[in-house]
Nanobody, 117 residues
Framework: QVQLVESGGGLVQTGGSLRLSCAFSGAIFSRYAMGWYRQSPGKQREFLARISRFGGSTNYADSVKGRFTISRDNAKNTVYLQMNSLKPEDIAVYYC??????????WGQGTQVTVSS
């Protein structure tokens, strides 16, 4: 069974940076495309970024393009989200997602990001 564990969230000032990590276990990591999403109170879960199985392709939501970077290290079974120029509107719980070859879909438990103004 695939397990995803996010880490790296916390409190940062406006304009600051954080790097989120998501550790993957329970299957062959390189068979999964990986993504990051977030959810703010009272809002639907929002897509942020996605990276293909070997990292050759990425795509981003317009809201984070140019500020956030997704990457992965298949040797470490980990996907990252580098977040720069953080704003108060980035406050949310951030979730890691894995999409497998048979449309199997997994989520982590989330990590809180708070940006102080």
């Amino acid at each position: 069974q695939v397990q995803l564990v996010e880490s790296g969230g916390g409190l940062v000032q406006t304009g600051g940076s954080l790097r989120l990590s998501c550790a993957f276990s329970g299957a062959i990591f390189s068979r999964y495309a990986m993504g990051w999403y977030r959810q703010s109170p009272g809002k639907q879960r929002e897509f942020l970024a996605r990276i293909s199985r070997f990292g050759g392709s990425t795509n981003y939501a317009d809201s984070v393009k140019g500020r956030f970077t997704i990457s992965r290290d298949n040797a470490k079974n980990t996907v990252y989200l580098q977040m720069n120029s953080l704003k108060p509107e980035d406050i949310a719980v951030y979730y890691c997602n894995a999409q497998g070859p048979i449309d199997d879909d997994y989520w982590g438990q989330g990590t809180q990001v708070t940006v102080s103004s």
